[in-house]
Protein backbone atom coordinates (compact mmCIF):
# COMPACT_ATOMS: atom_id res chain seq x y z
CA UNK A 1 0.00 0.00 0.00
CA UNK A 2 1.19 3.61 -1.12
CA UNK A 3 2.27 5.38 2.43
CA UNK A 4 0.16 8.51 2.49
CA UNK A 5 2.65 10.88 3.36
CA UNK A 6 4.14 10.27 -0.41
CA UNK A 7 2.92 12.74 -2.67
CA UNK A 8 1.07 11.24 -5.72
CA UNK A 9 2.53 12.00 -9.43
CA UNK A 10 0.09 14.19 -11.19
CA UNK A 11 -1.34 12.14 -13.91
CA UNK A 12 -0.13 13.00 -17.79
CA UNK A 13 -2.64 12.15 -20.54
CA UNK A 14 -2.74 12.42 -24.47
CA UNK A 15 -6.09 13.51 -25.63
CA UNK A 16 -6.88 12.58 -29.53
CA UNK A 17 -9.81 13.39 -31.38
CA UNK A 18 -11.56 13.02 -34.48
CA UNK A 19 -10.11 15.46 -36.93
CA UNK A 20 -13.10 17.34 -36.98
CA UNK A 21 -13.79 20.92 -35.38
CA UNK A 22 -17.29 19.52 -33.66
CA UNK A 23 -14.99 17.04 -31.87
CA UNK A 24 -11.73 19.03 -31.71
CA UNK A 25 -13.77 21.51 -29.28
CA UNK A 26 -15.26 19.68 -26.42
CA UNK A 27 -12.02 17.31 -25.77
CA UNK A 28 -10.30 20.30 -25.57
CA UNK A 29 -12.50 21.98 -23.55
CA UNK A 30 -12.50 18.96 -21.09
CA UNK A 31 -8.05 19.12 -21.61
CA UNK A 32 -8.22 22.81 -19.79
CA UNK A 33 -10.60 21.10 -16.95
CA UNK A 34 -8.40 18.59 -16.14
CA UNK A 35 -5.07 21.41 -16.59
CA UNK A 36 -7.38 23.15 -14.15
CA UNK A 37 -7.22 19.84 -11.80
CA UNK A 38 -3.38 19.33 -11.62
CA UNK A 39 -3.19 17.28 -14.75
CA UNK A 40 -0.97 17.44 -17.58
CA UNK A 41 -2.59 17.12 -20.97
CA UNK A 42 -1.70 17.47 -24.75
CA UNK A 43 -3.78 17.13 -27.96
CA UNK A 44 -2.77 15.23 -30.37
CA UNK A 45 -4.14 16.38 -34.00
CA UNK A 46 -2.97 14.89 -37.74
CA UNK A 47 -0.07 17.21 -39.05
CA UNK A 48 -2.38 18.93 -42.17
CA UNK A 49 -5.17 20.31 -39.55
CA UNK A 50 -1.85 21.56 -37.65
CA UNK A 51 -0.38 23.19 -40.37
CA UNK A 52 -4.09 24.74 -41.13
CA UNK A 53 -5.72 25.51 -38.05
CA UNK A 54 -5.60 28.71 -35.87
CA UNK A 55 -4.69 27.85 -32.57
CA UNK A 56 -4.71 29.45 -28.89
CA UNK A 57 -0.73 29.87 -28.53
CA UNK A 58 -1.75 30.58 -24.83
CA UNK A 59 -3.35 27.21 -24.21
CA UNK A 60 -2.62 25.66 -20.76
CA UNK A 61 -2.84 22.31 -23.09
CA UNK A 62 -0.16 21.16 -25.04
CA UNK A 63 -0.53 20.50 -28.84
CA UNK A 64 1.03 17.30 -30.54
CA UNK A 65 0.63 15.76 -34.16
CA UNK A 66 -0.08 12.36 -35.32
CA UNK A 67 -0.28 10.90 -39.76
CA UNK A 68 -2.99 10.60 -41.18
CA UNK A 69 -1.17 9.61 -44.06
CA UNK A 70 -2.14 12.76 -45.55
CA UNK A 71 -0.29 15.26 -44.51
CA UNK A 72 -0.31 17.75 -47.20
CA UNK A 73 -3.96 17.40 -48.31
CA UNK A 74 -6.02 15.85 -45.51
CA UNK A 75 -9.49 14.45 -45.71
CA UNK A 76 -9.75 15.50 -49.15
CA UNK A 77 -6.69 13.58 -51.01
CA UNK A 78 -7.90 10.69 -49.82
CA UNK A 79 -10.62 10.56 -52.28
CA UNK A 80 -12.87 8.82 -50.07
CA UNK A 81 -14.34 8.34 -46.22
CA UNK A 82 -13.96 4.81 -46.81
CA UNK A 83 -10.24 5.30 -48.20
CA UNK A 84 -9.73 8.07 -45.57
CA UNK A 85 -10.44 6.00 -42.37
CA UNK A 86 -8.12 3.33 -42.79
CA UNK A 87 -5.33 5.50 -43.54
CA UNK A 88 -6.37 7.05 -40.48
CA UNK A 89 -6.72 3.74 -38.48
CA UNK A 90 -2.96 2.52 -40.04
CA UNK A 91 -0.94 5.76 -39.98
CA UNK A 92 -2.54 6.90 -37.10
CA UNK A 93 -2.02 3.28 -35.18
CA UNK A 94 1.45 3.51 -36.04
CA UNK A 95 2.27 7.61 -35.30
CA UNK A 96 0.34 7.37 -32.46
CA UNK A 97 2.50 4.64 -30.47
CA UNK A 98 5.23 7.06 -32.06
CA UNK A 99 4.33 9.60 -30.14
CA UNK A 100 3.55 7.97 -26.95
CA UNK A 101 7.37 6.54 -26.69
CA UNK A 102 8.17 10.13 -27.40
CA UNK A 103 5.99 11.54 -24.40
CA UNK A 104 7.61 8.70 -22.43
CA UNK A 105 11.33 9.44 -23.04
CA UNK A 106 9.95 13.22 -22.05
CA UNK A 107 10.47 14.64 -18.39
CA UNK A 108 6.97 13.71 -17.68
CA UNK A 109 5.80 10.06 -19.41
CA UNK A 110 2.16 9.55 -20.34
CA UNK A 111 -0.42 7.42 -18.04
CA UNK A 112 -3.49 7.61 -20.49
CA UNK A 113 -4.84 8.29 -23.45
CA UNK A 114 -8.26 10.11 -23.92
CA UNK A 115 -9.36 9.11 -27.25
CA UNK A 116 -12.86 9.86 -29.43
CA UNK A 117 -15.30 7.08 -29.72
CA UNK A 118 -14.92 7.29 -33.47
CA UNK A 119 -11.40 6.04 -32.78
CA UNK A 120 -11.35 2.59 -31.18
CA UNK A 121 -8.02 1.32 -32.76
CA UNK A 122 -6.31 4.11 -30.26
CA UNK A 123 -7.40 2.20 -27.22
CA UNK A 124 -5.81 -1.04 -28.89
CA UNK A 125 -2.88 1.54 -29.24
CA UNK A 126 -3.28 2.28 -26.06
CA UNK A 127 -2.76 -0.92 -24.29
CA UNK A 128 -0.02 -2.04 -26.59
CA UNK A 129 1.75 0.72 -24.79
CA UNK A 130 0.55 -0.02 -21.25
CA UNK A 131 -1.39 3.13 -20.77
CA UNK A 132 -4.69 3.26 -19.32
CA UNK A 133 -7.51 4.11 -21.66
CA UNK A 134 -10.02 6.66 -22.01
CA UNK A 135 -13.28 6.73 -24.22
CA UNK A 136 -14.72 9.85 -24.54
CA UNK A 137 -18.15 10.14 -26.76
CA UNK A 138 -18.89 13.38 -28.34
CA UNK A 139 -23.03 12.25 -29.12
CA UNK A 140 -25.38 12.04 -26.76
CA UNK A 141 -25.81 9.05 -24.56
CA UNK A 142 -29.48 8.74 -26.27
CA UNK A 143 -27.78 8.61 -29.61
CA UNK A 144 -25.17 6.08 -28.39
CA UNK A 145 -27.43 3.97 -26.31
CA UNK A 146 -28.99 3.54 -30.31
CA UNK A 147 -25.92 2.54 -32.09
CA UNK A 148 -24.82 -0.16 -29.06
CA UNK A 149 -27.77 -1.62 -29.77
CA UNK A 150 -27.19 -2.06 -33.62
CA UNK A 151 -24.24 -3.22 -32.88
CA UNK A 152 -25.22 -5.74 -30.51
CA UNK A 153 -27.37 -6.75 -32.69
CA UNK A 154 -30.01 -5.99 -30.41
CA UNK A 155 -31.64 -3.65 -32.58
CA UNK A 156 -33.23 -5.14 -36.15
CA UNK A 157 -32.27 -3.74 -38.99
CA UNK A 158 -34.56 -2.48 -41.24
CA UNK A 159 -36.82 -1.26 -38.62
CA UNK A 160 -40.73 -2.14 -38.43
CA UNK A 161 -43.72 -0.55 -36.94
CA UNK A 162 -44.77 3.13 -36.34
CA UNK A 163 -42.41 3.28 -32.92
CA UNK A 164 -38.71 1.63 -31.88
CA UNK A 165 -38.62 0.87 -28.27
CA UNK A 166 -34.87 1.54 -27.05
CA UNK A 167 -34.31 1.17 -23.03
CA UNK A 168 -33.59 4.68 -21.17
CA UNK A 169 -35.31 5.94 -24.23
CA UNK A 170 -39.08 7.26 -25.13
CA UNK A 171 -40.18 5.67 -27.88
CA UNK A 172 -39.43 6.59 -30.83
CA UNK A 173 -40.59 7.10 -34.75
CA UNK A 174 -38.57 5.57 -37.01
CA UNK A 175 -37.66 9.02 -38.53
CA UNK A 176 -36.68 10.11 -35.09
CA UNK A 177 -33.74 7.49 -34.82
CA UNK A 178 -30.19 8.38 -36.11
CA UNK A 179 -30.08 8.73 -40.05
CA UNK A 180 -27.99 5.81 -40.56
CA UNK A 181 -30.03 3.60 -38.63
CA UNK A 182 -33.45 4.64 -40.17
CA UNK A 183 -31.82 4.94 -43.78
CA UNK A 184 -30.17 1.29 -44.02
CA UNK A 185 -27.57 1.67 -46.61
CA UNK A 186 -26.95 5.25 -46.19
CA UNK A 187 -23.10 6.36 -46.20
CA UNK A 188 -22.32 2.38 -45.29
CA UNK A 189 -18.78 4.01 -44.21
CA UNK A 190 -20.17 6.27 -41.38
CA UNK A 191 -22.63 3.95 -40.02
CA UNK A 192 -19.56 1.62 -39.69
CA UNK A 193 -17.90 4.33 -37.89
CA UNK A 194 -20.51 5.24 -35.40
CA UNK A 195 -21.71 1.22 -35.00
CA UNK A 196 -18.10 0.08 -34.65
CA UNK A 197 -17.49 2.33 -31.72
CA UNK A 198 -18.48 -0.57 -29.30
CA UNK A 199 -15.80 -2.73 -31.19
CA UNK A 200 -13.81 -2.59 -27.83
CA UNK A 201 -15.07 -0.35 -25.39
CA UNK A 202 -15.83 -2.83 -22.54
CA UNK A 203 -11.77 -2.95 -22.87
CA UNK A 204 -11.47 0.77 -21.72
CA UNK A 205 -10.93 1.80 -18.49
CA UNK A 206 -12.87 4.90 -18.32
CA UNK A 207 -16.46 5.57 -20.03
CA UNK A 208 -17.10 9.45 -20.53
CA UNK A 209 -20.06 11.22 -22.18
CA UNK A 210 -19.77 15.22 -23.31
CA UNK A 211 -23.45 15.48 -22.04
CA UNK A 212 -24.93 16.44 -18.29
CA UNK A 213 -26.63 13.98 -16.27
CA UNK A 214 -29.81 16.02 -15.98
CA UNK A 215 -30.44 16.46 -19.43
CA UNK A 216 -30.64 12.77 -20.02
CA UNK A 217 -31.21 11.68 -16.65
CA UNK A 218 -32.93 8.15 -17.35
CA UNK A 219 -30.99 6.86 -20.01
CA UNK A 220 -28.02 7.59 -18.25
CA UNK A 221 -29.31 5.94 -15.41
CA UNK A 222 -30.01 2.81 -17.46
CA UNK A 223 -27.06 3.01 -19.49
CA UNK A 224 -24.65 3.22 -16.12
CA UNK A 225 -26.34 0.10 -14.31
CA UNK A 226 -26.66 -2.30 -17.84
CA UNK A 227 -23.43 -0.98 -19.78
CA UNK A 228 -20.59 0.59 -18.09
CA UNK A 229 -20.39 2.85 -15.06
CA UNK A 230 -20.08 5.83 -17.60
CA UNK A 231 -19.73 9.09 -16.31
CA UNK A 232 -21.28 12.10 -17.67
CA UNK A 233 -18.52 15.42 -17.98
CA UNK A 234 -20.25 18.16 -19.79
CA UNK A 235 -21.32 20.93 -20.69
CA UNK A 236 -17.77 21.50 -22.89
CA UNK A 237 -17.83 25.04 -23.27
CA UNK A 238 -15.25 27.44 -22.26
CA UNK A 239 -16.01 28.82 -18.68
CA UNK A 240 -16.33 31.95 -19.49
CA UNK A 241 -20.38 30.82 -20.45
CA UNK A 242 -20.42 28.52 -17.94
CA UNK A 243 -19.28 28.66 -14.59
CA UNK A 244 -16.01 31.14 -14.76
CA UNK A 245 -13.99 29.31 -12.74
CA UNK A 246 -11.31 28.98 -15.60
CA UNK A 247 -10.46 32.99 -15.92
CA UNK A 248 -8.76 32.83 -19.25
CA UNK A 249 -10.87 30.48 -20.82
CA UNK A 250 -12.66 32.55 -22.66
CA UNK A 251 -12.91 30.66 -26.24
CA UNK A 252 -12.34 26.91 -27.74
CA UNK A 253 -8.88 28.17 -28.76
CA UNK A 254 -8.99 26.25 -32.16
CA UNK A 255 -10.41 27.33 -35.23
CA UNK A 256 -10.46 25.31 -38.38
CA UNK A 257 -12.23 28.59 -40.04
CA UNK A 258 -11.49 32.12 -39.73
CA UNK A 259 -14.33 33.92 -38.27
CA UNK A 260 -15.97 37.24 -39.34
CA UNK A 261 -14.12 40.25 -36.75
CA UNK A 262 -16.44 39.92 -33.65
CA UNK A 263 -16.29 43.16 -33.38
CA UNK A 264 -18.18 43.89 -36.84
CA UNK A 265 -20.95 41.16 -35.78
CA UNK A 266 -21.28 42.45 -32.13
CA UNK A 267 -21.86 46.09 -34.06
CA UNK A 268 -24.47 45.01 -36.21
CA UNK A 269 -26.32 42.57 -33.58
CA UNK A 270 -26.02 46.22 -31.03
CA UNK A 271 -28.47 47.95 -33.69
CA UNK A 272 -31.40 45.22 -32.79
CA UNK A 273 -33.63 44.88 -29.96
CA UNK A 274 -33.28 42.00 -27.38
CA UNK A 275 -34.69 38.79 -28.32
CA UNK A 276 -35.50 40.05 -32.62
CA UNK A 277 -32.65 38.62 -34.45
CA UNK A 278 -32.36 34.71 -36.02
CA UNK A 279 -29.36 33.00 -35.96
CA UNK A 280 -28.68 30.84 -38.91
CA UNK A 281 -25.85 27.95 -39.23
CA UNK A 282 -25.48 24.24 -40.41
CA UNK A 283 -22.08 23.44 -39.05
CA UNK A 284 -18.48 23.20 -40.48
CA UNK A 285 -20.00 20.07 -42.84
CA UNK A 286 -23.38 20.35 -43.32
CA UNK A 287 -24.18 20.20 -47.47
CA UNK A 288 -27.42 21.95 -48.16
CA UNK A 289 -29.49 21.54 -51.79
CA UNK A 290 -29.28 24.61 -53.53
CA UNK A 291 -33.28 24.50 -53.58
CA UNK A 292 -32.97 24.04 -49.17
CA UNK A 293 -31.43 27.60 -49.66
CA UNK A 294 -33.66 29.16 -51.33
CA UNK A 295 -36.64 27.94 -49.62
CA UNK A 296 -34.74 28.88 -46.19
CA UNK A 297 -33.74 32.61 -47.69
CA UNK A 298 -37.65 33.58 -48.62
CA UNK A 299 -38.58 32.04 -45.13
CA UNK A 300 -36.68 33.98 -43.12
CA UNK A 301 -37.64 36.87 -45.28
CA UNK A 302 -41.13 36.24 -44.83
CA UNK A 303 -40.94 35.83 -40.94
CA UNK A 304 -39.91 39.38 -41.06
CA UNK A 305 -37.26 38.94 -38.38
CA UNK A 306 -33.54 40.81 -38.95
CA UNK A 307 -31.42 37.46 -39.28
CA UNK A 308 -27.52 36.44 -39.31
CA UNK A 309 -26.91 33.59 -41.44
CA UNK A 310 -23.30 31.87 -41.71
CA UNK A 311 -23.07 30.36 -44.86
CA UNK A 312 -19.40 28.76 -45.92
CA UNK A 313 -17.44 31.08 -48.73
CA UNK A 314 -17.50 26.95 -50.24
CA UNK A 315 -21.65 27.40 -50.00
CA UNK A 316 -22.58 31.21 -50.86
CA UNK A 317 -22.69 30.33 -54.42
CA UNK A 318 -26.05 28.06 -53.87
CA UNK A 319 -28.11 31.65 -52.45
CA UNK A 320 -30.85 32.96 -54.30
CA UNK A 321 -28.83 36.36 -55.14
CA UNK A 322 -32.33 38.59 -56.30
CA UNK A 323 -33.39 37.90 -53.14
CA UNK A 324 -30.38 38.29 -50.82
CA UNK A 325 -29.51 41.75 -52.85
CA UNK A 326 -33.41 42.90 -52.17
CA UNK A 327 -32.69 42.97 -48.61
CA UNK A 328 -31.07 45.78 -46.44
CA UNK A 329 -28.11 45.27 -45.29
CA UNK A 330 -29.56 45.62 -41.59
CA UNK A 331 -31.78 43.26 -41.63
CA UNK A 332 -29.67 40.44 -42.87
CA UNK A 333 -26.24 39.64 -42.59
CA UNK A 334 -24.63 36.83 -44.28
CA UNK A 335 -21.16 35.76 -43.00
CA UNK A 336 -18.61 32.66 -44.09
CA UNK A 337 -18.02 31.96 -40.57
CA UNK A 338 -18.38 33.35 -36.99
CA UNK A 339 -17.66 32.91 -33.00
CA UNK A 340 -21.02 31.32 -32.74
CA UNK A 341 -20.90 31.51 -28.70
CA UNK A 342 -20.29 35.08 -28.33
CA UNK A 343 -23.32 35.33 -31.10
CA UNK A 344 -25.78 33.03 -29.05
CA UNK A 345 -24.63 35.26 -26.33
CA UNK A 346 -25.94 38.27 -27.48
CA UNK A 347 -29.18 39.54 -26.21
CA UNK A 348 -30.46 40.50 -29.76
CA UNK A 349 -30.26 36.79 -30.72
CA UNK A 350 -34.12 35.45 -30.30
CA UNK A 351 -33.80 32.29 -32.24
CA UNK A 352 -31.24 29.58 -33.06
CA UNK A 353 -32.22 27.86 -36.84
CA UNK A 354 -29.56 24.77 -36.51
CA UNK A 355 -28.99 21.40 -38.26
CA UNK A 356 -28.91 20.39 -34.14
CA UNK A 357 -25.20 18.61 -34.44
CA UNK A 358 -24.65 18.16 -30.36
CA UNK A 359 -22.28 20.76 -30.08
CA UNK A 360 -24.35 23.58 -31.70
CA UNK A 361 -28.34 22.60 -29.45
CA UNK A 362 -25.77 21.92 -25.96
CA UNK A 363 -24.52 25.94 -26.97
CA UNK A 364 -27.80 27.04 -27.59
CA UNK A 365 -28.69 25.00 -24.30
CA UNK A 366 -25.94 26.81 -22.12
CA UNK A 367 -26.78 30.22 -23.17
CA UNK A 368 -30.88 29.68 -23.52
CA UNK A 369 -31.53 30.65 -26.79
CA UNK A 370 -34.83 28.59 -28.26
CA UNK A 371 -34.07 26.52 -31.54
CA UNK A 372 -35.28 25.67 -35.02
CA UNK A 373 -34.43 22.61 -35.73
CA UNK A 374 -33.33 21.26 -39.38
CA UNK A 375 -31.77 18.00 -39.26
CA UNK A 376 -29.98 17.00 -42.16
CA UNK A 377 -28.32 13.49 -41.13
CA UNK A 378 -26.32 11.05 -38.45
CA UNK A 379 -27.57 11.99 -35.34
CA UNK A 380 -29.45 15.21 -35.77
CA UNK A 381 -32.60 13.91 -36.44
CA UNK A 382 -32.57 12.06 -32.97
CA UNK A 383 -31.44 15.60 -31.46
CA UNK A 384 -34.29 17.23 -33.04
CA UNK A 385 -36.63 15.22 -31.40
CA UNK A 386 -35.46 15.55 -27.98
CA UNK A 387 -35.12 19.54 -28.95
CA UNK A 388 -38.72 19.79 -29.29
CA UNK A 389 -40.72 16.56 -27.30
CA UNK A 390 -38.07 15.94 -24.55
CA UNK A 391 -36.45 19.41 -23.46
CA UNK A 392 -39.29 21.27 -25.36
CA UNK A 393 -36.65 24.07 -26.17
CA UNK A 394 -37.01 24.14 -29.92
CA UNK A 395 -39.61 22.93 -32.79
CA UNK A 396 -38.88 21.38 -35.39
CA UNK A 397 -38.97 22.32 -38.67
CA UNK A 398 -40.72 19.44 -41.36
CA UNK A 399 -39.68 18.65 -44.49
CA UNK A 400 -41.92 17.91 -47.56
CA UNK A 401 -42.19 14.75 -49.34
CA UNK A 402 -39.33 15.90 -51.85
CA UNK A 403 -36.99 16.53 -48.67
CA UNK A 404 -36.64 20.40 -48.63
CA UNK A 405 -38.27 22.60 -45.94
CA UNK A 406 -40.34 24.91 -47.86
CA UNK A 407 -40.54 28.54 -47.42
CA UNK A 408 -43.96 28.36 -45.55
CA UNK A 409 -42.91 25.98 -42.99
CA UNK A 410 -39.29 27.97 -42.15
CA UNK A 411 -41.66 31.16 -41.81
CA UNK A 412 -44.12 29.37 -39.30
CA UNK A 413 -41.47 27.97 -37.20
CA UNK A 414 -39.51 30.79 -37.10
CA UNK A 415 -42.49 33.01 -36.21
CA UNK A 416 -43.76 30.29 -33.45
CA UNK A 417 -40.30 30.86 -31.66
CA UNK A 418 -39.59 34.27 -32.25
CA UNK A 419 -43.03 36.01 -32.51
CA UNK A 420 -44.54 36.54 -28.58
CA UNK A 421 -46.84 33.94 -28.64
CA UNK A 422 -47.51 31.02 -26.16
CA UNK A 423 -45.45 28.52 -27.56
CA UNK A 424 -42.54 31.11 -27.77
CA UNK A 425 -42.82 32.05 -24.66
CA UNK A 426 -42.86 28.78 -23.25
CA UNK A 427 -39.99 27.31 -25.39
CA UNK A 428 -38.22 30.84 -23.82
CA UNK A 429 -38.72 29.87 -20.38
CA UNK A 430 -37.65 26.12 -20.74
CA UNK A 431 -34.27 27.24 -22.26
CA UNK A 432 -33.81 29.81 -19.41
CA UNK A 433 -34.67 26.50 -16.96
CA UNK A 434 -32.03 24.20 -19.27
CA UNK A 435 -29.39 26.97 -19.03
CA UNK A 436 -29.55 27.11 -15.42
CA UNK A 437 -29.35 23.40 -15.04
CA UNK A 438 -26.49 23.18 -17.62
CA UNK A 439 -24.38 25.72 -15.44
CA UNK A 440 -25.63 23.93 -12.29
CA UNK A 441 -23.93 20.83 -13.48
CA UNK A 442 -20.50 21.96 -14.69
CA UNK A 443 -20.52 24.32 -11.39
CA UNK A 444 -19.16 24.22 -8.15
CA UNK A 445 -19.92 20.63 -6.77
CA UNK A 446 -23.01 19.87 -9.60
CA UNK A 447 -23.04 16.59 -11.28
CA UNK A 448 -20.46 16.67 -13.81
CA UNK A 449 -17.91 18.51 -11.34
CA UNK A 450 -18.10 15.96 -9.40
CA UNK A 451 -17.80 13.27 -12.06
CA UNK A 452 -14.64 15.46 -12.93
CA UNK A 453 -13.25 15.09 -9.84
CA UNK A 454 -14.08 11.69 -9.14
CA UNK A 455 -11.90 10.76 -12.86
CA UNK A 456 -8.87 13.06 -11.67
CA UNK A 457 -8.81 11.09 -8.21
CA UNK A 458 -9.29 7.42 -10.20
CA UNK A 459 -6.70 8.34 -13.37
CA UNK A 460 -4.51 9.65 -10.21
CA UNK A 461 -4.83 6.54 -8.28
CA UNK A 462 -3.93 4.30 -11.04
CA UNK A 463 -1.28 6.34 -12.74
CA UNK A 464 0.67 6.20 -9.44
CA UNK A 465 0.54 2.42 -9.21
CA UNK A 466 2.25 2.18 -12.71
Known sequence: MEPSNV??????????????????????????????????????VTVHLAASMHADPSSPVGLETISDGHDVGGFMEAGSIEAYQTDLRIVGSRTLAELIRKLDRSGRPLDAV???????????????????GVVFFTQTCAVNNV????????????????????PGLPPLKPSEMPSFVYKVGSYPAFRDLLVNQFTNVDDADFVLFETFYELEKEVVEWMSANLWPLKTIGPTLPSLYLDKRLPDDTAYGIDLFTPTTSSAVSAWLSHHPPRSVVYVSFGSMADLDPSQFSELAHGLALAGHPFLWVVRSSEQHKLPRDLMDSIPS???????????????????????????????VIEAICLGVPMVAMPQWTDQTTNAKFVEDVWRVGVRARADESGVVGREEVNRRVREVVGGGERGREMAESARRWMAAAKAAIGEGGSSDRNIDEFVEELTSRASMQ
Not at 330 to 344: G, R, Y
Open 330 to 360: EEALILPWCNQLEVLASDAIGCFVTHCGLNS
Open 7 to 44: PRRQPHVLVLPTPAQGHINPMLQFSKRLVSRGVKATLA
Open 147 to 166: YYHVHRGLLPLPLSGPSVEV
Open 114 to 132: IYDGFLPWALDVARQCSKL
